[in-house]
């Protein structure tokens, strides 16, 4: 899959090693507003009147949106917050972000899908970030704008036979829901589980979900069923 390329053009290159390490730090840690002219021009005034600054050329707010906007371009699909990286229990290998694939949901029927690609990242005025997303076997037009708090995690894996004996009421899945056309996957909660002897075609228990976007509830077999990640 191939990420998408920065644009050719010249950056600003005179800026100091503490003003790089300034911008770096708001670019991973953002403390509320979005990235526009005001805030570019806040952080060039800042710049311009600190002592580091001193006998060196004045900064243009607009080569301070120029570092902002190719660092942005030039990141890698999977957007640097630690918002997107799962933590791991002490003694398990924490996996590169650029190595994880994620699922997003869409704001358009609450429902998950694979991520393709992320194209670029956001912050709003409430200091969140959003990724603009690209669906998996879904064209541009289908790319939507998506909370990474609440609606961006690692991918789901769907659940093994041997697996169903760890599976206990009140725990969180990912179903796919095969009565809408076409079939797509919803969040839902375990109500129950009727177990039963398993057979050479695998588990044979079924198991009440309920959904968590409309309550309602249904009877489904475990290879339907993903286990949801770590939030």
């Given at each position: 899959m191939d990420r998408l390329r920065p644009r050719n053009r010249a950056v600003f290159s005179g800026f100091t090693n503490a003003e790089i390490e300034k911008m770096e730090k708001l670019l991973?840690?953002?403390?509320?507003?979005?990235?526009?002219?005001?805030?570019?021009?806040?952080?060039?005034?800042?710049?311009?009147?600190?002592?580091?600054?001193?006998g060196k050329?004045?900064?243009?707010?607009?080569?301070?949106?120029?570092?902002?906007?190719?660092?942005?371009?030039d990141s890698p699909q999977v957007p640097s917050?630690?918002?997107?990286?799962p933590k791991c229990k002490e003694?398990?290998?924490?996996?590169?972000?650029?190595?994880?694939e994620f699922e997003a949901?869409?704001?358009?029927?609450?429902?998950?899908?694979?991520?393709?690609?992320?194209?670029?990242?956001?912050?709003?005025?409430?200091?969140?970030?959003?990724?603009?997303?690209?669906?998996?076997?879904f064209g541009a037009d289908e790319d939507e704008w998506i909370n990474i708090k609440t609606s961006v995690r690692q991918r789901s894996i769907p659940l093994e036979s041997t697996e169903c004996s760890n599976l206990k009421m009140g725990d969180p899945v990912l179903c796919f829901q095969e009565r809408r056309d076409p079939a797509i996957y919803y969040d839902a909660h375990i109500v129950e589980i009727q177990r039963r002897m398993h057979d050479i075609r695998g588990c044979r228990c079924l198991i009440l979900i309920r959904y968590d976007h409309d309550n309602s509830e249904e009877r489904v077999r475990l290879r339907r069923l993903c286990r949801r990640s770590r939030s």
């Open positions: 991973r840690e953002p403390t509320g507003g979005s990235l526009g002219k005001e805030f570019y021009q806040k952080l060039a005034r800042s710049f311009n009147y600190s002592s580091g600054r001193a050329p004045i900064i243009k707010w607009t080569e301070i949106e120029s570092w902002f906007q190719t660092r942005l371009q917050s630690e918002l997107m990286v003694g398990e290998t924490m996996q590169h972000p650029s190595e994880l949901r869409s704001s358009k029927d609450g429902a998950w899908y694979d991520v393709e690609a992320f194209l670029a990242h956001r912050f709003l005025s409430t200091g969140e970030a959003e990724v603009h997303v690209r669906f998996v076997g």
